[in-house]
């Protein structure tokens, strides 16, 4: 009988892939049976939006065809939003599954979006075995970037406080908070990718995420403080922990020889091959 060869890599990725199994079902009843904040249910969301924003980011960047990507990536998102509806709605679950579907979907589908653009218009984002060199070319940012990103962040945070001053609709008010959480979300999952995956020394870059992703943290609490003396370590905490468990499922899909490179080394080794 002809004996079945599991790669070290494959192993990694599928004990990855149970581990976040697990710990989604173990944790999923404890998170509602405390008051919230507590550190259970914050790290339990951060977890949620960890995996739900990395299996957008695999979809947009993985190897496999397009359209088992994309259907994988559905079936995840009714997963999650299912947990994450019967841990923080109890009984109620049902009732909150629709509005859970539409919080867990939200950042997942942009970044889906925004790497799938990247990787067809732009020339790079391409996820592949790594046998290219440690220093292939990958996603570098500048200035220019970072200036953009603080403007986007300023442009949301005024326009709330604007609105918030002239008491407008709760509609208006929910999508200006929708839009900053899934920014947030968005910037966080893009940054540890770009500190875990690309050429250069993860430390050294997880040094300047990981605190940045607190402070991003702080600007939420700062924008949705009402009197209460928890946001300054609910939001935080949230951030805090969907880089920390983004991070370091990344490090091991590192370890197994994954990385972000341009296009053109892909088309180059394939030549090769």
């Known amino acids: 009988m002809a004996q079945v060869r599991i790669d070290s890599s494959s192993l990694k990725i ?3 892939l149970l581990a976040h199994f697990a710990a989604g079902l173990v944790l999923c009843r404890p998170a509602w049976t405390y008051l919230w904040p507590d550190l259970l249910s914050i790290w ?3 977890l949620i ?4 924003t990395l299996v957008g980011a695999w979809g947009a960047l993985g190897t496999t065809e397009p359209w088992s ?3 994988a990536v559905l079936v995840t998102m009714a997963y999650l939003s299912l947990l994450a509806a019967v841990s923080f709605g109890g009984p109620l679950w049902l009732e909150v599954w629709p509005g859970s579907f539409v919080l867990c979907s939200l950042p997942p589908a942009v970044i889906f979006i925004a790497l799938s653009v990247v990787k067809r218009w732009q020339g790079f984002a391409v996820l592949q075995a790594a046998a290219s060199p ?3 070319p990958g996603p570098q940012f500048t200035i220019r970037h970072l200036f953009v990103v603080t403007t986007a962040v300023a442009a949301i945070l005024a326009a709330g406080k604007v609105v918030r001053g002239f008491g407008s609709s709760n509609e208006i008010e929910f999508f200006l908070a929708a839009a900053l959480v899934v920014f947030g ?5 893009m940054a540890i990718l770009w500190a875990t995956l690309c050429a250069g020394r993860p ?3 997880l040094g300047i995420v990981l605190p940045l992703t607190l402070v991003l943290g702080a600007i939420h609490a700062f924008y949705f403080d009402k009197q209460s003396d928890w946001s300054y370590v609910v939001w935080p905490g949230l951030f805090g922990f969907q880089a920390a468990i983004s991070a370091a499922s990344l490090l ?5 020889g994954w990385r972000i490179v341009r296009r053109a080394r892909a088309v180059e080794q394939d030549a090769v091959e």
């Not at 939006?49 to 739900?52: D, E, G, I, L, S």
């Not at 979300?185 to 999952?189: H, I, S």
């Open 44 to 46: 339990y969301a951060g």
């Open 69 to 71: 990507r994309t259907l």
């Open 49 to 52: 939006y960890a995996q739900a």
């Open 203 to 205: 430390a050294i870059r």
């Open 134 to 136: 440690p220093n292939s």
């Open 185 to 189: 979300l968005v910037l966080t999952e």
């Open 14 to 16: 599928g004990l990855l």
């Open 252 to 256: 091991v899909v590192r370890s197994g």
